[in-house]
Structures are given as C-alpha cells and as structure tokens.
C-alpha cells in the first residue's frame, strides 16, 4: 500500500504581495501533491502566511494600517491567488491563528524547561530585512547578501536557544541521510556551514523594540523571534500533538523551500525538532531563484513577476508548463517572455497541439467521429514500437517526479509526443485512407494514436490539469473519472470502440511575437522600480523635454487616494499637479519648497482633478524621494 504523503510550502512572509517566486513554490508543491495522488497516496498539502515580525509593523504602518489590519489583507491575497492558478491546497495556516500561538507556546515551555533555552546579553550585526543575526563570514563586503544593506549592531538581552548542543547530532544525522535535504548541493552546503562553530539561537525580540508577535510564555517582556515561530506552522498546520492528522503525516512530511531560507530550515528547524522530542521531517527540497536581468527577483529590488498578470495573459496551464519545464530544481533559472513565448509556440502549440488536433480530425474525417474497432492482425504491424515508447514514458516520469526532476518528467513526455509525431509520418494515413484494402491499417493507426494521446493526457496532470481534462472530454472519456492513475497509465489498453469522439479544438492558440514582443509588458509589478537602464535616446528627443523650477504653494489630499496630493505649483504662472507621494510626504514637508517639474506634458486627469506637468523623484525601497534644490532659485526657470 502506498504511504501518505504530506508536503508544504513556506509560509510566505506578508509584508509584500505575492509574486512568481512565491507562485512557483507553491504550484511546485500542488504539482507533487498531485502526482502523488496519481499513485493512489492519501495526500496533504499545507501553505499559509506568516505575519509577526518588525516587518510586517513598519509596512503596516506604510499603510496607515494596524498589524492585524494590514496581516489580513495581504494574507487573503495570497489565498485567494492559488486557486487562480489551479493550486489545490488542504489546508492555509495563518501565525495568527490561536490554534497556531497555543503550539509555538507548549512548544518553547517544553524547550525551556528542559534546560534548552537560557537568558543571556548579546551584541550582533543585525539585518532588520532578515530580522535575523548575522555573523561577520555570512556577510558579503559587510553586507546583507539579500538586502545589500550593512546591517546594524545591536546590543540587548534575549532568551537563546542551545542550538550549538545539537551540532555534532546534525552533523550525524545528515551524514547518515545523504537524501535529508536534496538537492546534493544545498546537503553539501549545510554541512559545510556546520564546520564551523553554530553557536545558540536569539529567539525573542524585547517588547520595548517589538511588540508584534507571541509573547514568551515564560517571559511576558518578550515577544518570539519570528522564524522560531514560523517554523512551528508545519506541525501546528496538522494538529501536532495528538490531532490524527498529525500522527497520520507528520512521519512522511516534506518541504519545499528556496535556497535562501535553507539555514532556518536546514540547521534551526531540525535542532528544533530534536530539541522538542518530536520525529525530523522526511525530506528538504530545495530550488533556485528565478532571475529577472540577471537579478534574484526580490521585492526589494523593484523586480518581481505579477503571476496574475501572466496567467491571465497566456493561460494558466501555459504559465504552468513553463515554470516546471523551464526551471531546473535546486538551479536558477532566468526569466523572460521570450522564453515563455518560445515554450508556447514550439511545444505547446506546435508538438502537442497540433498532434491532438491532427490525431482528432483524422478520427472525424476517416471513421466519422468515433474510436474505430480493430483487428489484431493488421495491429501487428503498424504499432512500431508505439506501445514500448508509451510505457517508456510513463517509467521515466515517475522516476523523474519522484526525484523532483520535473523538467526531466517533462521531457518524457515530450519525447513521447514526438514519437507519435514520427508515428504519423511514417504510417501516412491519409495513404492508407486512400486504398480500401488497407482500412483495417488505418483503424489499428488511429487507434493507437488515440490511445497514445490518453497516455499523455493523464502524465500531463499534475502540471497541466485543465488541459489533461479537456483532451479527456475529446477522446470520449470521463474527465471526472480518475483517468490520471499510474496503474493505469502502465497498461496499453485501447479506448473503447464505438465512443463518439467531439470535435478537435485547438488546445494552445500560437502567440504572434509581432503583437507579444516586449520584454516583460504588464507582468512587472506597477509599483516596482526597474533598476535596469532604458535604451538610449539622442540630446535632440531629449530636448524637447521641458524640465522647470517650481515652488510649492499649496498641498492638499486627494479624496478617495491615499497614495496621492495635490500640488498648487508656481513656474511662473500658478499650475496643479498630482503626485503619488502622500505616503512619504505631507503638506508641511512640501510648501516652500522648490522641486523639479516637466511642464510639457499634456495634461491628464486624474480623479476629476487636471494635472498640468509631473514631479521628478527618485524610487527608493520605502517609497519615492523628491528631487529638490540645493539654493532658492526663480519660479519657471529651466533645467538643463
């Protein structure tokens, strides 16, 4: 019997909306989870948000908002995402949840009592992006190797965790699971994180710097480290300790993560566990980053993907295929329409779709609309080998699914794909339509297209569940039906004779590059800044840009936007603007001073208001800076 299966996501931190990076994880986990239930496993999937910490209180306070304001807003945009993007979760955890503080409690009062943590004073670099203590080897030129930032030395007393007790146990406990955390690298880049003294883990905040968390059960001054909280939701998610559900998935759980949560979840996770008497995961999975220009698509760095965006351009399934087949797991990968595009065309539209759409309207035109009985004799020598490179596929893509190789799961499939393709070719139906003696040939063809298009149908439906379903319906069978089990995919059984088969539709439209061809359109986030220089232009374009003095007058709110004010300017002659900055600037910061505005632009209306010109300003991480003067200059006089 086939043993439950339990994977999770990490909970996604909110202090920002959810972006690719987050998307693909997930979609990863629903892709596994499915394939999973195609071996008839008992399967359980956790996501969720995690919401305490300094960052989740400074952007809440950016929007004008309270924490659990703030936390429950951006928590359902995440929820209500993966089911847009066909993810079919069990259960979505929240660190606010009651159930979830009651565990992360019982848990550090177990640690506690048994000598496990300790109060002591510390001084440490500390990256308020990471929320976490650095150690000077884990910089980069003194910097966050996420943020870029120097992270500030901090001197205060907090409770500690011995994680340096569990060291040696770790060590062992890899070595003795080579297949712990996988892929191999990230294995190899724990244990030689671990050559190094680990030394005891900071798990509180004092309230007098944070109050936004679970408060220490034994201390009621301080508040829980945010990743000491965090980790607990993939027990406290099943009902840890005595809930079924727990005692059913937890032996068999797994984890997905990107490679810049290995740490938390390869060295303080586990000694975690271990501290608490409770059994260690299963296994770590580990993927890349998806890269925009060369960069780690990060919010901080104004580059992250819109996956709503993508999905509703070209298709939820093309969006699917792409990131599973594009993507190496554990490698990065760099993102690009392009590329998508390509996938779009070349596999999609061209190699399956055009076979599905050949495969049906030959059915039609040949043996009118229904799956054509054959003879055994006249199979015999027109399956060349179809049958072996069917079951060939199907080997090969549980082996690759299993070991999380999706794109090489994919590859078989496509493989495959093109062997039917060649199939065709080399049979020529059309040929045998042609003469009556050969129709008994042409029905065992047909046939065995039919039956290998099935075979693809149900290996495409982890990745790609919409189109799996709707070849089903025009082959003439059940989508309903569990046409997706591996059993059954194992065994060449033809589809029965006799079904009326619907007409071929086309699966996967080709994309005209001509009206597709800029380089990432709509999908970047609106309220990203792209760090990338835009193409050059001549002094003669840019001289027809009017760029003035002007001295604000008077400031006031738009109503019904919060984002934006409404500037009364002076460049000359009195003129009103609009501007997004009401979250970084008030009516005090601005009247007097003299900023930079373009006053040849054609004027929009915004909210009922015309505006006539548009501030220059630069486009920070917290927000846009406005560019100013050094000295009082002359209302209207010109920038060159």
Known sequence: MTEPFYITTPIYYVNAKPHLGHAYTTIVADVICRFHSMQKAETYFLTGTDEHGDKVVRAAKKEHETPMVYVDRISSLFKGLWPELNIKFNSFIRTTDLAHVTVVEKILQKIYDSGDIYFSEYEGLYCYGCERFYTERELVDRKCPDHESEP??????????????????????????????????????????????????????????????????????????????????????????????????????????????????????????????????????????WNIDQSKMSK????????????????????????????????????HI????????????????????????????????????????????????????ALKAVEEFEKSMCRFSFQKALIAIWDFISKMNKYIDVTAPWVLAKKKSSQKQLAAVINNLLEGLRIVSGLLYPVMPDTAMTM????????????????GLKTWKKITPGIVLPKSIILFPRIDTKKDNTPHGDIVDSDASISKIKPEITLETFNKV?????????????????????????????????????????????VGRQIIVIVNLKPAKILGIVSQGMMLAAVEENGPVVATLDKKTKPGAPIR
């Not at 965090?230 to 005692?247: R, T």
Request: proline share 6%.
């Open 152 to 289: 500030a030395t901090i001197k205060e007393s907090n409770y500690f965790f011995k994680m340096s007790a569990y060291q040696g146990w770790l060590i062992e406990y890899i070595h003795n699971h080579p297949d712990f955390i996988r892929p191999e690298r990230y294995k190899n880049e724990v244990l030689s994180f671990l050559k190094e003294p680990l030394g005891d883990l900071c798990i509180s905040r004092p309230k007098t710097r944070l109050q936004w968390g679970i408060t220490l059960p034994f201390d009621k001054n301080y508040v829980t480290y945010v990743w000491f909280d965090a980790l607990l939701n993939y027990i406290s998610g099943i009902g840890f300790p005595d809930g079924g559900l727990f005692k059913k998935f937890w032996p068999h759980a797994q984890h997905i993560i990107a490679k810049d949560i290995l740490k938390p979840h390869g060295i303080y996770w586990p000694t975690m566990l271990k501290a608490a008497g409770i059994p260690i995961y299963k296994h770590l999975n580990v993927h890349g980053y």
């Open 300 to 335: 901080s760095l104004g580059n992250v993907v819109e996956p709503l965006q993508l999905k509703n351009r070209y298709g939820i399934d093309v969006f699917r295929y792409f990131l599973m087949r594009e993507m190496v797991f554990g490698l990065d990968s760099i993102f």
């Open 338 to 389: 392009d590329a998508l595009i390509k996938r779009t065309n070349s596999d999609l539209a061209n190699d399956l779709g055009n076979l599905f759409s050949r495969v049906l309207a030959m059915t039609h035109k040949y043996f009118p609309a229904t799956v054509p009985e054959t003879d055994p004799k006249a199979e015999q020598g027109f399956q060349s080998g179809l049958k072996s490179d």
């Open 472 to 487: 089903q319906k025009h082959l003439g069978l059940d989508p309903e039906k569990p046409f997706y089990h591996l059993d």
């Open 546 to 590: 009017d760029l003035r003095v002007a001295t604000v007058l008077r400031v006031d709110t738009v109503p019904k936007a919060k984002k934006l004010l409404k500037l009364e300017i002076d460049i000359g002659e009195k003129r009103t603007i609009i501007a997004g900055i009401a979250e970084n600037y008030t009516s005090e910061d601005l």
